[in-house]
T-cell receptor, first 114, second 112 residues
Framework: AQSVTQLGSHVSVSEGALVLLRCNYS??????LFWYVQYPNQGLQLLLK??????LVKGINGFEAEFKKSETSFHLTKPSAHMSDAAEYFC????????????FGKGNQVVVIP | DAGVTQSPTHLIKTRGQQVTLRCSPK?????VSWYQQALGQGPQFIFQ???????QRGNFPDRFSGHQFPNYSSELNVNALLLGDSALYLC???????????FGQGTRLTVV
């Protein structure tokens, strides 16, 4: 079984400051890891994913995340926040083999302060 | 490419009624998964359809059922609606069950 923990439901960040969203996962098999963004009244858009290979992955809109197996973490960062980054962010995990069933965290609502 | 499309976008139902939500997958995709996202929560997996059969199911009661058609489109049916069924229902499609899932915009269901 897989599960994801995202702490701190609301995250406030100043425009131009570092964005850091933490994600820890639990998985009985090698995982694939994902970050999705959701804007108000919309579906989920994939920001980035880790499957195999390089543990530092770059995504859209300047976001990146690093897979750390020893820490069972996949934290999301962006060096400089923009107003347009205000949204809800979800970390998700699925097994590397077997099925395409995603397990999501509860999400982080990011507020960008001008 | 139209991506994943869902209909309707919003609907309001009364407790005890039945509802059907529809999903057309991204072109070339053959697998459809449904998720329920309650307010302030992450999406929860309901079930997945592949080759017109339910292949996996999450922790949802039998009131939730589905169907996949030969053209890969899918329906989610919920019977005997409860207030707690109010949520955003998301459809995701993929190829061969193991590739990246693409999500639709969702259907916002309100049960009153």
């Amino acid at each position: 079984a897989q599960s994801v923990t995202q702490l701190g439901s609301h995250v406030s960040v100043s425009e131009g400051a570092l964005v850091l969203l933490r994600c820890n996962y639990s998985s009985s098999v090698p995982p694939y890891l994902f970050w999705y963004v959701q804007y108000p009244n919309q579906g989920l858009q994939l920001l980035l994913k880790y499957t195999t290979g390089a543990t530092l992955v770059k995504g859209i809109n300047g976001f990146e995340a690093e897979f750390k197996k020893s820490e069972t973490s996949f934290h999301l960062t962006k060096p400089s926040a923009h107003m347009s980054d205000a949204a809800e962010y979800f970390c998700a995990v699925k097994p590397a083999r077997g099925n395409n069933r995603l397990a999501f965290g509860k999400g982080n609502q990011v507020v960008v302060i001008p | 490419d139209a991506g994943v499309t869902q209909s309707p976008t919003h609907l309001i139902k009364t407790r005890g009624q039945q509802v059907t939500l529809r999903c057309s997958p991204k072109s070339g995709h053959d697998t459809v998964s449904w998720y329920q996202q309650a307010l302030g929560q992450g999406p929860q997996f309901i079930f997945q359809y592949y080759e017109e059969e339910e292949r996996q199911r999450g922790n949802f009661p039998d009131r939730f059922s589905g169907h996949q058609f030969p053209n890969y489109s899918s329906e989610l049916n919920v019977n005997a609606l409860l207030l707690g069924d109010s949520a955003l229902y998301l459809c995701a499609s993929s190829l061969n069950r193991n590739t990246e899932a693409f999500f639709g915009q969702g259907t916002r269901l309100t049960v009153v």
